[in-house]
Protein backbone atom coordinates (compact mmCIF):
# COMPACT_ATOMS: atom_id res chain seq x y z
CA UNK A 1 0.00 0.00 0.00
CA UNK A 2 2.76 2.64 0.93
CA UNK A 3 4.53 2.04 -2.76
CA UNK A 4 1.33 2.17 -4.30
CA UNK A 5 0.62 5.40 -2.34
CA UNK A 6 4.39 6.92 -3.32
CA UNK A 7 3.98 5.69 -7.01
CA UNK A 8 0.88 7.87 -7.43
CA UNK A 9 2.27 11.15 -5.44
CA UNK A 10 5.94 11.18 -6.75
CA UNK A 11 7.76 9.34 -10.08
CA UNK A 12 8.69 5.98 -8.20
CA UNK A 13 12.03 3.93 -8.35
CA UNK A 14 11.95 0.05 -6.62
CA UNK A 15 13.81 -2.54 -6.53
CA UNK A 16 11.45 -5.88 -6.34
CA UNK A 17 12.46 -9.38 -5.19
CA UNK A 18 10.81 -12.81 -7.28
CA UNK A 19 11.56 -15.19 -3.83
CA UNK A 20 9.51 -18.72 -3.61
CA UNK A 21 10.68 -19.50 -0.37
CA UNK A 22 7.25 -19.80 1.46
CA UNK A 23 7.93 -22.77 2.24
CA UNK A 24 10.96 -21.08 5.01
CA UNK A 25 8.17 -18.73 6.39
CA UNK A 26 7.52 -18.56 9.91
CA UNK A 27 4.36 -18.13 12.01
CA UNK A 28 1.95 -15.79 10.14
CA UNK A 29 3.65 -16.34 7.04
CA UNK A 30 6.15 -13.97 7.72
CA UNK A 31 9.42 -14.58 6.27
CA UNK A 32 12.27 -14.89 8.40
CA UNK A 33 15.70 -14.30 6.84
CA UNK A 34 18.72 -16.64 7.81
CA UNK A 35 21.17 -14.74 9.37
CA UNK A 36 25.03 -13.40 8.77
CA UNK A 37 27.42 -16.15 7.66
CA UNK A 38 31.35 -15.66 8.65
CA UNK A 39 33.58 -15.11 5.85
CA UNK A 40 34.95 -18.38 6.27
CA UNK A 41 30.97 -20.00 5.94
CA UNK A 42 31.28 -17.58 2.21
CA UNK A 43 33.85 -19.43 1.75
CA UNK A 44 32.57 -23.44 2.48
CA UNK A 45 29.79 -22.06 0.43
CA UNK A 46 31.99 -21.17 -2.44
CA UNK A 47 34.33 -24.03 -2.48
CA UNK A 48 31.19 -26.17 -2.60
CA UNK A 49 30.03 -24.72 -5.48
CA UNK A 50 33.08 -24.95 -7.32
CA UNK A 51 33.85 -28.54 -6.80
CA UNK A 52 31.94 -29.33 -9.48
CA UNK A 53 30.49 -32.29 -7.47
CA UNK A 54 26.99 -33.87 -7.11
CA UNK A 55 26.21 -31.70 -4.40
CA UNK A 56 27.10 -28.28 -6.17
CA UNK A 57 23.07 -27.27 -7.19
CA UNK A 58 22.85 -28.38 -3.41
CA UNK A 59 25.33 -25.56 -2.86
CA UNK A 60 24.31 -23.17 -4.82
CA UNK A 61 20.58 -23.28 -3.09
CA UNK A 62 22.11 -22.80 0.59
CA UNK A 63 24.49 -19.63 -1.09
CA UNK A 64 21.32 -18.40 -2.67
CA UNK A 65 19.36 -18.58 0.75
CA UNK A 66 22.25 -17.31 2.33
CA UNK A 67 22.13 -14.26 0.14
CA UNK A 68 19.15 -13.14 1.43
CA UNK A 69 20.74 -11.77 4.35
CA UNK A 70 22.71 -7.63 3.93
CA UNK A 71 25.67 -8.49 5.85
CA UNK A 72 26.17 -12.14 4.26
CA UNK A 73 25.89 -9.88 0.59
CA UNK A 74 28.38 -7.76 1.87
CA UNK A 75 30.91 -10.37 2.63
CA UNK A 76 30.55 -12.27 -0.37
CA UNK A 77 30.85 -9.38 -2.55
CA UNK A 78 34.41 -8.35 -0.51
CA UNK A 79 35.84 -11.75 -1.30
CA UNK A 80 38.13 -12.19 -4.15
CA UNK A 81 36.67 -13.62 -7.50
CA UNK A 82 33.42 -14.40 -5.59
CA UNK A 83 31.58 -12.59 -8.34
CA UNK A 84 33.54 -14.15 -11.04
CA UNK A 85 32.50 -17.67 -9.79
CA UNK A 86 28.94 -16.70 -9.74
CA UNK A 87 28.69 -15.39 -13.40
CA UNK A 88 30.52 -18.28 -14.35
CA UNK A 89 27.98 -20.70 -13.02
CA UNK A 90 25.13 -17.75 -14.57
CA UNK A 91 26.69 -18.55 -18.03
CA UNK A 92 27.03 -22.40 -17.32
CA UNK A 93 26.10 -24.91 -20.74
CA UNK A 94 24.10 -26.28 -17.75
CA UNK A 95 20.45 -25.24 -17.12
CA UNK A 96 19.55 -26.40 -13.49
CA UNK A 97 22.89 -24.48 -12.56
CA UNK A 98 21.93 -21.61 -14.35
CA UNK A 99 18.41 -21.87 -12.63
CA UNK A 100 20.17 -21.73 -9.19
CA UNK A 101 23.07 -19.11 -9.67
CA UNK A 102 20.10 -16.56 -11.32
CA UNK A 103 18.31 -16.03 -8.37
CA UNK A 104 21.21 -15.59 -6.10
CA UNK A 105 22.66 -12.86 -8.84
CA UNK A 106 19.41 -11.47 -8.30
CA UNK A 107 19.09 -11.37 -4.75
CA UNK A 108 22.44 -9.25 -5.13
CA UNK A 109 20.64 -6.84 -7.42
CA UNK A 110 17.89 -6.34 -4.65
CA UNK A 111 20.28 -4.97 -2.03
CA UNK A 112 19.95 -1.23 -0.88
CA UNK A 113 23.71 -1.63 -0.64
CA UNK A 114 24.92 0.28 -3.61
CA UNK A 115 28.38 -1.35 -3.49
CA UNK A 116 26.38 -5.03 -3.87
CA UNK A 117 24.62 -4.13 -6.70
CA UNK A 118 27.60 -2.80 -8.59
CA UNK A 119 29.67 -5.74 -7.52
CA UNK A 120 27.07 -7.75 -10.64
CA UNK A 121 27.65 -5.04 -13.25
CA UNK A 122 29.91 -7.64 -15.14
CA UNK A 123 26.68 -10.08 -15.96
CA UNK A 124 24.93 -7.39 -17.61
CA UNK A 125 25.76 -8.11 -21.17
CA UNK A 126 24.87 -11.68 -20.24
CA UNK A 127 21.33 -11.11 -18.86
CA UNK A 128 20.59 -8.91 -22.56
CA UNK A 129 21.69 -12.17 -23.96
CA UNK A 130 19.35 -14.42 -22.37
CA UNK A 131 16.15 -12.31 -22.57
CA UNK A 132 15.82 -14.08 -26.20
CA UNK A 133 15.62 -17.46 -23.97
CA UNK A 134 12.64 -20.29 -23.84
CA UNK A 135 12.68 -20.31 -20.54
CA UNK A 136 9.78 -17.99 -19.43
CA UNK A 137 11.09 -18.65 -15.34
CA UNK A 138 14.49 -17.54 -16.18
CA UNK A 139 13.48 -14.75 -18.79
CA UNK A 140 11.55 -13.37 -15.81
CA UNK A 141 14.23 -13.42 -13.28
CA UNK A 142 16.70 -11.73 -15.72
CA UNK A 143 14.43 -8.87 -16.49
CA UNK A 144 13.90 -8.15 -12.77
CA UNK A 145 17.93 -8.80 -12.09
CA UNK A 146 18.21 -6.16 -14.89
CA UNK A 147 15.17 -3.62 -13.73
CA UNK A 148 17.30 -3.75 -10.20
CA UNK A 149 20.47 -2.64 -11.39
CA UNK A 150 19.57 0.14 -13.46
CA UNK A 151 17.15 1.56 -10.26
CA UNK A 152 19.78 3.52 -8.50
CA UNK A 153 22.96 3.04 -10.63
CA UNK A 154 23.96 5.30 -13.56
CA UNK A 155 27.12 3.13 -14.14
CA UNK A 156 24.45 0.31 -14.49
CA UNK A 157 22.30 2.73 -16.59
CA UNK A 158 25.84 3.87 -19.17
CA UNK A 159 26.78 0.68 -19.25
CA UNK A 160 23.54 -1.14 -20.60
CA UNK A 161 22.93 1.55 -23.42
CA UNK A 162 25.96 0.92 -25.42
CA UNK A 163 25.34 -2.74 -24.59
CA UNK A 164 21.94 -2.23 -26.83
CA UNK A 165 19.13 -3.03 -23.73
CA UNK A 166 16.70 -0.88 -25.77
CA UNK A 167 16.93 -3.18 -29.09
CA UNK A 168 16.82 -5.96 -26.87
CA UNK A 169 13.78 -4.96 -25.10
CA UNK A 170 12.30 -3.98 -28.56
CA UNK A 171 12.60 -7.52 -29.48
CA UNK A 172 11.16 -9.07 -26.22
CA UNK A 173 7.83 -6.66 -25.74
CA UNK A 174 6.65 -9.43 -28.72
CA UNK A 175 6.56 -12.03 -26.19
CA UNK A 176 3.29 -14.06 -25.66
CA UNK A 177 3.71 -14.37 -21.52
CA UNK A 178 2.51 -12.05 -20.18
CA UNK A 179 5.05 -12.58 -16.97
CA UNK A 180 7.66 -11.70 -19.29
CA UNK A 181 5.82 -8.21 -20.52
CA UNK A 182 5.34 -7.34 -16.85
CA UNK A 183 9.16 -7.53 -16.13
CA UNK A 184 9.86 -5.77 -18.85
CA UNK A 185 7.61 -3.13 -18.27
CA UNK A 186 9.25 -2.99 -14.99
CA UNK A 187 12.59 -3.01 -16.58
CA UNK A 188 11.40 0.28 -18.87
CA UNK A 189 9.31 1.94 -15.85
CA UNK A 190 12.71 2.34 -13.85
CA UNK A 191 14.74 3.81 -17.05
CA UNK A 192 12.14 6.01 -18.13
CA UNK A 193 12.91 7.82 -14.48
CA UNK A 194 16.09 7.97 -14.42
CA UNK A 195 17.40 11.63 -14.27
CA UNK A 196 19.26 11.15 -17.59
CA UNK A 197 16.27 9.91 -19.36
CA UNK A 198 15.11 12.95 -21.26
CA UNK A 199 18.09 13.29 -23.12
CA UNK A 200 19.75 9.89 -23.47
CA UNK A 201 17.04 6.72 -22.63
CA UNK A 202 13.94 8.40 -24.11
CA UNK A 203 15.13 9.20 -27.24
CA UNK A 204 16.13 5.73 -27.96
CA UNK A 205 12.73 4.26 -26.96
CA UNK A 206 10.90 6.79 -28.97
CA UNK A 207 12.90 5.82 -32.45
CA UNK A 208 12.08 1.33 -31.40
CA UNK A 209 8.92 0.13 -31.85
CA UNK A 210 8.68 0.10 -28.03
CA UNK A 211 5.82 2.75 -27.92
CA UNK A 212 3.35 1.37 -30.50
CA UNK A 213 3.53 -2.09 -28.51
CA UNK A 214 3.54 -0.09 -25.28
CA UNK A 215 0.08 1.67 -26.33
CA UNK A 216 -1.17 -1.99 -27.39
CA UNK A 217 -0.62 -3.68 -24.38
CA UNK A 218 -2.07 -0.87 -21.77
CA UNK A 219 -5.33 -0.50 -24.09
CA UNK A 220 -5.26 -4.27 -24.55
CA UNK A 221 -4.77 -4.52 -20.35
CA UNK A 222 -8.44 -5.74 -19.94
CA UNK A 223 -8.57 -8.89 -21.49
CA UNK A 224 -4.65 -9.68 -21.58
CA UNK A 225 -4.17 -9.25 -17.91
CA UNK A 226 -4.09 -6.05 -16.09
CA UNK A 227 -0.19 -6.72 -14.67
CA UNK A 228 1.72 -5.48 -18.00
CA UNK A 229 -0.57 -3.08 -18.58
CA UNK A 230 -0.11 -1.44 -15.59
CA UNK A 231 3.27 -1.16 -16.33
CA UNK A 232 3.39 0.23 -19.04
CA UNK A 233 0.40 2.44 -19.00
CA UNK A 234 2.90 4.19 -16.41
CA UNK A 235 6.06 3.63 -18.56
CA UNK A 236 3.53 6.36 -20.86
CA UNK A 237 3.43 8.27 -18.21
CA UNK A 238 6.87 8.99 -17.75
CA UNK A 239 7.52 9.72 -21.26
CA UNK A 240 4.37 12.66 -21.24
CA UNK A 241 6.06 14.14 -18.00
CA UNK A 242 8.85 14.53 -20.08
CA UNK A 243 7.98 16.39 -22.30
CA UNK A 244 9.66 15.15 -24.86
CA UNK A 245 7.40 12.06 -25.92
CA UNK A 246 4.19 13.59 -26.38
CA UNK A 247 4.04 14.43 -30.14
CA UNK A 248 5.22 10.68 -31.18
CA UNK A 249 2.45 9.30 -28.52
CA UNK A 250 0.00 11.53 -30.48
CA UNK A 251 0.77 10.69 -33.55
CA UNK A 252 0.46 6.92 -32.97
CA UNK A 253 -3.02 8.16 -32.08
CA UNK A 254 -2.50 7.47 -27.92
CA UNK A 255 -4.91 10.19 -27.31
CA UNK A 256 -8.29 8.31 -29.28
CA UNK A 257 -6.75 5.06 -27.81
CA UNK A 258 -6.61 5.87 -24.54
CA UNK A 259 -10.02 7.22 -24.23
CA UNK A 260 -11.43 4.45 -25.92
CA UNK A 261 -9.74 2.39 -22.91
CA UNK A 262 -11.50 4.24 -20.42
CA UNK A 263 -15.06 4.31 -22.25
CA UNK A 264 -14.26 0.25 -22.04
CA UNK A 265 -13.31 0.59 -18.43
CA UNK A 266 -16.42 2.12 -17.27
CA UNK A 267 -18.83 0.36 -19.75
CA UNK A 268 -17.49 -2.88 -17.68
CA UNK A 269 -16.76 -1.57 -14.50
CA UNK A 270 -18.98 -3.83 -11.55
CA UNK A 271 -20.14 -2.11 -8.38
CA UNK A 272 -17.47 -3.40 -6.47
CA UNK A 273 -14.19 -2.72 -8.64
CA UNK A 274 -11.50 -5.47 -8.43
CA UNK A 275 -8.32 -4.86 -6.22
CA UNK A 276 -5.55 -3.29 -8.49
CA UNK A 277 -7.49 -1.97 -11.15
CA UNK A 278 -7.02 1.55 -9.33
CA UNK A 279 -3.25 0.97 -10.79
CA UNK A 280 -4.05 0.58 -13.88
CA UNK A 281 -6.93 3.54 -14.08
CA UNK A 282 -4.44 6.20 -12.58
CA UNK A 283 -1.78 6.49 -15.27
CA UNK A 284 -4.62 6.26 -17.97
CA UNK A 285 -6.41 9.20 -16.79
CA UNK A 286 -2.78 10.68 -16.33
CA UNK A 287 -1.72 10.25 -19.33
CA UNK A 288 -4.93 11.58 -21.60
CA UNK A 289 -4.87 15.01 -18.90
CA UNK A 290 -1.10 15.41 -19.85
CA UNK A 291 -1.56 14.63 -23.75
CA UNK A 292 -4.72 17.25 -23.91
CA UNK A 293 -2.42 19.30 -22.05
CA UNK A 294 0.32 18.81 -25.03
CA UNK A 295 -2.81 19.27 -27.80
CA UNK A 296 -5.12 22.19 -26.64
CA UNK A 297 -8.35 22.09 -27.61
CA UNK A 298 -8.93 18.20 -27.02
CA UNK A 299 -9.76 17.35 -30.48
CA UNK A 300 -8.19 13.95 -30.10
CA UNK A 301 -10.71 12.71 -28.33
CA UNK A 302 -13.22 13.53 -30.92
CA UNK A 303 -15.59 15.43 -28.57
CA UNK A 304 -17.36 12.47 -27.92
CA UNK A 305 -20.04 13.25 -24.88
CA UNK A 306 -19.44 9.40 -23.36
CA UNK A 307 -16.14 10.79 -22.19
CA UNK A 308 -17.85 12.80 -19.26
CA UNK A 309 -20.10 10.11 -18.41
CA UNK A 310 -17.49 7.35 -18.38
CA UNK A 311 -15.10 9.42 -16.41
CA UNK A 312 -18.18 9.75 -14.04
CA UNK A 313 -18.72 5.93 -13.49
CA UNK A 314 -15.28 5.71 -12.90
CA UNK A 315 -15.22 8.17 -9.89
CA UNK A 316 -18.17 6.69 -8.47
CA UNK A 317 -16.60 3.31 -8.79
CA UNK A 318 -13.23 4.40 -6.70
CA UNK A 319 -14.62 7.27 -4.52
CA UNK A 320 -15.07 5.01 -1.45
CA UNK A 321 -12.06 2.95 -1.99
CA UNK A 322 -9.88 4.54 -3.43
CA UNK A 323 -10.10 8.66 -3.34
CA UNK A 324 -7.53 9.67 -5.04
CA UNK A 325 -8.78 8.64 -8.14
CA UNK A 326 -11.13 12.03 -7.43
CA UNK A 327 -8.18 13.86 -8.03
CA UNK A 328 -6.56 12.08 -10.99
CA UNK A 329 -10.52 12.49 -12.39
CA UNK A 330 -10.43 16.07 -11.83
CA UNK A 331 -7.51 16.46 -13.09
CA UNK A 332 -8.78 15.31 -16.80
CA UNK A 333 -11.91 16.54 -16.84
CA UNK A 334 -9.66 20.41 -15.92
CA UNK A 335 -8.01 19.60 -19.19
CA UNK A 336 -10.97 18.56 -21.01
CA UNK A 337 -13.00 21.86 -20.44
CA UNK A 338 -9.95 24.36 -20.72
CA UNK A 339 -10.21 25.20 -24.11
CA UNK A 340 -13.18 23.70 -25.53
CA UNK A 341 -17.23 25.24 -24.86
CA UNK A 342 -17.98 21.31 -25.95
CA UNK A 343 -16.93 19.48 -22.32
CA UNK A 344 -18.25 22.22 -20.73
CA UNK A 345 -21.64 21.94 -22.50
CA UNK A 346 -21.68 18.44 -22.43
CA UNK A 347 -21.41 18.61 -18.25
CA UNK A 348 -24.72 20.36 -18.05
CA UNK A 349 -27.12 19.22 -20.79
CA UNK A 350 -25.94 15.52 -19.24
CA UNK A 351 -27.00 16.66 -15.72
CA UNK A 352 -23.10 16.03 -14.73
CA UNK A 353 -23.40 19.03 -12.06
CA UNK A 354 -24.59 17.31 -8.68
CA UNK A 355 -22.24 14.55 -9.48
CA UNK A 356 -19.49 16.88 -9.25
CA UNK A 357 -20.91 19.37 -6.88
CA UNK A 358 -20.96 16.40 -4.36
CA UNK A 359 -16.82 15.93 -4.72
CA UNK A 360 -16.66 19.53 -3.41
CA UNK A 361 -15.99 18.21 0.32
CA UNK A 362 -13.43 14.82 -0.77
CA UNK A 363 -10.21 16.98 -0.65
CA UNK A 364 -8.71 20.48 -1.03
CA UNK A 365 -7.37 19.86 -4.28
CA UNK A 366 -10.76 18.38 -4.92
CA UNK A 367 -12.53 21.54 -3.98
CA UNK A 368 -10.00 23.91 -6.01
CA UNK A 369 -10.03 21.51 -9.33
CA UNK A 370 -14.10 21.20 -8.53
CA UNK A 371 -14.31 24.67 -8.36
CA UNK A 372 -11.53 25.56 -11.34
CA UNK A 373 -13.82 23.84 -13.92
CA UNK A 374 -17.31 25.27 -12.78
CA UNK A 375 -15.18 28.81 -13.65
CA UNK A 376 -14.50 27.41 -17.00
CA UNK A 377 -18.38 26.89 -17.34
CA UNK A 378 -19.22 30.11 -15.55
CA UNK A 379 -17.15 32.11 -17.81
CA UNK A 380 -18.85 31.18 -21.00
CA UNK A 381 -21.78 33.44 -20.23
CA UNK A 382 -25.42 34.10 -19.06
CA UNK A 383 -27.13 30.93 -20.26
CA UNK A 384 -24.32 28.65 -18.41
CA UNK A 385 -24.47 30.38 -15.48
CA UNK A 386 -28.33 30.23 -15.06
CA UNK A 387 -27.83 26.73 -15.58
CA UNK A 388 -25.34 26.91 -12.44
CA UNK A 389 -27.33 28.70 -10.06
CA UNK A 390 -30.66 26.78 -10.88
CA UNK A 391 -28.46 23.33 -10.49
CA UNK A 392 -27.63 24.03 -6.55
CA UNK A 393 -24.12 25.82 -7.00
CA UNK A 394 -24.92 28.60 -4.52
CA UNK A 395 -26.10 26.31 -1.14
CA UNK A 396 -22.68 23.82 -1.45
CA UNK A 397 -20.39 26.85 -2.78
CA UNK A 398 -20.92 28.78 0.41
CA UNK A 399 -19.27 26.79 2.92
CA UNK A 400 -16.10 26.81 0.61
CA UNK A 401 -16.10 30.49 1.25
CA UNK A 402 -14.98 29.15 5.48
CA UNK A 403 -12.37 27.02 4.18
CA UNK A 404 -8.38 27.29 5.32
CA UNK A 405 -7.13 27.00 2.44
CA UNK A 406 -6.68 30.92 0.18
CA UNK A 407 -6.27 29.11 -3.45
CA UNK A 408 -9.84 27.05 -2.61
CA UNK A 409 -11.76 30.22 -1.55
CA UNK A 410 -10.12 32.34 -3.76
CA UNK A 411 -11.84 29.85 -6.69
CA UNK A 412 -14.86 30.48 -4.91
CA UNK A 413 -14.53 34.24 -5.09
CA UNK A 414 -13.85 33.93 -8.78
CA UNK A 415 -17.00 31.59 -9.42
CA UNK A 416 -19.34 34.30 -7.65
CA UNK A 417 -17.69 36.74 -9.79
CA UNK A 418 -18.72 35.07 -12.87
CA UNK A 419 -22.18 34.06 -11.39
CA UNK A 420 -22.69 37.86 -10.06
CA UNK A 421 -21.77 39.34 -13.58
CA UNK A 422 -23.39 37.04 -15.96
CA UNK A 423 -26.78 36.41 -13.80
CA UNK A 424 -27.39 38.86 -11.52
CA UNK A 425 -30.49 36.45 -10.31
CA UNK A 426 -28.48 34.67 -8.29
CA UNK A 427 -27.29 37.72 -6.10
CA UNK A 428 -30.27 37.98 -3.79
CA UNK A 429 -30.46 34.04 -3.27
CA UNK A 430 -27.16 34.28 -2.62
CA UNK A 431 -27.90 37.14 0.17
CA UNK A 432 -30.75 35.25 1.57
CA UNK A 433 -28.50 32.21 2.36
CA UNK A 434 -26.31 34.32 4.63
CA UNK A 435 -23.59 34.63 1.70
CA UNK A 436 -23.33 38.68 2.79
CA UNK A 437 -21.64 37.41 5.99
CA UNK A 438 -19.67 34.84 4.38
CA UNK A 439 -17.80 37.89 2.70
CA UNK A 440 -17.59 39.85 5.47
CA UNK A 441 -15.62 37.29 7.24
CA UNK A 442 -12.99 37.58 4.70
CA UNK A 443 -12.37 41.14 5.08
CA UNK A 444 -10.06 40.17 7.54
CA UNK A 445 -8.00 38.30 4.94
CA UNK A 446 -5.36 40.44 3.45
CA UNK A 447 -5.18 37.98 0.61
CA UNK A 448 -8.84 38.01 -0.05
CA UNK A 449 -10.42 41.51 1.49
CA UNK A 450 -10.12 43.03 -1.84
CA UNK A 451 -11.93 40.66 -3.74
CA UNK A 452 -14.48 40.13 -1.08
CA UNK A 453 -15.19 43.79 -0.90
CA UNK A 454 -15.32 44.19 -4.63
CA UNK A 455 -18.52 40.80 -4.68
Known amino acids: AALRKARRQQQLVSKRLLREDTEQGGQD ?3 VLPGPLSEDEVLELLRGVQRGSEDRKGSLSRLRRALQNKETQQTFVRLDGSIRTLVGLFTSSLADVQMEAAPALHELSHSSDPAVAEACLPVTSYLLTYL ?22 EAARKQLLPQGIIPVLASCIQSPHEAVLEGLGYVLSQLLQAKEA ?5 P ?14 VCSGLKAGTGAAVEFAWCLHYIVCSHTGSVTLLSLGALPALAS ?9 PQDPPEGLELLVCPVLRCLGNLLAEE ?20 QAFLQQHPFIVQESLWLLNNLTADDPFFCSALLSLDLLPALLQLLPCSQMACVL ?5 CKAAAKGPAYCQQLHQGGTLPLLLPTLALPDPEAVGQGLELLHLLFLHWPEAVPDFVRQGGHQALEQLQSSLELQERAQAL
Open 29 to 31: GAE
Open 132 to 153: SGHSVEFTELCLYTLGNLVVES
Open 198 to 202: PTEII
Open 204 to 217: LVLDSVLPQHMLRL
Open 261 to 269: LLLDLASEM
Open 296 to 315: PGSEGVARDQRLLVALFLIL
Open 370 to 374: VLTVL
